[in-house]
């Protein structure tokens, strides 16, 4: 048995912090409002980096501390909805910035829940035996695609990246349990960056194209859907709820990080918590919590710590994965 193992963790956010009252100075909105509903004080808004550049910084980190040849990585997944183009991927341009002239890349489309998604593939490809190293990121320059006229969600997001470097050193399974969902039927409530169709036969333009949320509706839905998801998959690897050192989830607001502690009976201690900082990361806040983590010393990566990873957002998409550390 090949056991993957997370052997690195990095991220990297734009160096520009935006704080709630450098928004009230653009738009009718206040410190008080957006702190007190969503725990967000800051975010880092990127002047000119793209999604490439923010995962290519996390690449390179990722590559330096680890020592490893870029050549001998065999795939880069990045997870992402806020890609520099569709074609190339991000995950081709971060591939030829850091010279993994060996590895395969493409990008994976899952919103919030990008990075699970991304780590519950990655796992696959080495414990199979099929690859032996590979990199999984998440990446988002939000900032592009937020509509910066809606003060309901343009307080929400910020940019940056993180990810982290797999092999199949692992003497124990990296995933114990996991559970990945979709619900496509209610996608519209989270929409974004449509395709319009224009051509010599047709010609369709979507309303808005910019990011739109039926904020309610997500809300409700975090707090229904995901606890029991989470209750699915820790059902499924025999472990109670408390034998769970730490619960890192999709950082896109505090309030809903305290019900879910609560329906699930947790102190809520153990959910780490960083949108203060950076606001609503998309597929990158999950690994800039852990990476975060890592550095500062709340848990090391030896095998030692059971950890909840739980995504949740547009598609609709949510998961769980249930991993040793
Ligand atoms: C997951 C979630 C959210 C989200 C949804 C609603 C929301 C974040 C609505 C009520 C408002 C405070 C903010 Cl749960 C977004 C994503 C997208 O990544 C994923 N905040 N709020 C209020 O009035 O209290």
């Not at 725990?39 to 880092?44: A, D, F, Q």
């Not at 341009?93 to 002239?101: N, S």
């Not at 409700?220 to 606890?227: E, K, N, Q, S, T």
């Amino acid at each position: 048995m090949n056991f993957a193992k997370i052997t690195q963790a990095a991220h990297y956010v734009p160096e520009n912090v935006v704080s709630n009252d450098d928004l009230s100075k653009i738009m009718d909105t206040n410190n008080e409002w957006i702190y007190s509903r969503t725990g967000i004080k800051n975010r880092h808004i990127s002047t000119g980096e793209n999604t490439s550049d923010l995962a290519t910084k996390v690449v390179k980190q990722l590559i330096e501390n680890s020592g490893v040849d870029p050549e001998l990585i065999d795939f880069i997944i990045v997870a992402t909805v806020t890609p520099d183009s569709m074609m190339p991927s991000t995950a081709a341009r971060v591939q030829a910035q850091v010279g993994a002239t060996n590895a395969f890349a493409y990008d994976l489309t899952a919103a919030c829940s990008g990075f699970v998604f991304a780590l519950s593939t990655a796992e696959k490809l080495i414990s199979s035996g099929a690859y032996q190293r590979g990199i999984v990121i998440g990446a988002e320059v939000f900032s592009k695609v937020i509509d910066w006229s809606d003060r309901s969600t343009a307080v929400l997001f910020g940019d940056g990246a993180a990810g982290v470097l797999l092999d199949n050193s692992g003497s124990q399974p990296l995933i114990i349990a996991e559970k990945m969902q979709t619900d496509g039927k209610r996608g519209g409530s989270l929409l974004s960056s449509y395709a319009d169709i224009q051509t010599p036969f047709a010609s369709v333009s979507y309303e808005g194209s910019n990011l739109s949320m039926e904020g309610r509706a997500i809300f409700d839905f975090a707090v229904r859907d995901v606890p029991k998801n989470i209750q699915a998959t820790l059902e499924k690897s025999d472990l109670a709820a408390e034998e769970i050192d730490y619960y890192l989830l999709h950082q896109a607001n505090s309030r809903i990080l305290d019900k879910m502690a609560k329906k699930l009976g947790v102190t809520r201690n153990k959910f780490l918590q960083n949108m203060q900082e950076y606001g609503n990361t998309s597929a990158a806040s999950i690994p800039i919590l852990l990476s975060e983590s890592v550095k500062n010393g709340i848990f090391s990566l030896d095998g030692q710590t059971k950890v909840v990873l739980t995504g949740f957002g547009g598609g609709l998409t949510w998961g769980t994965a249930i991993i040793n550390l």
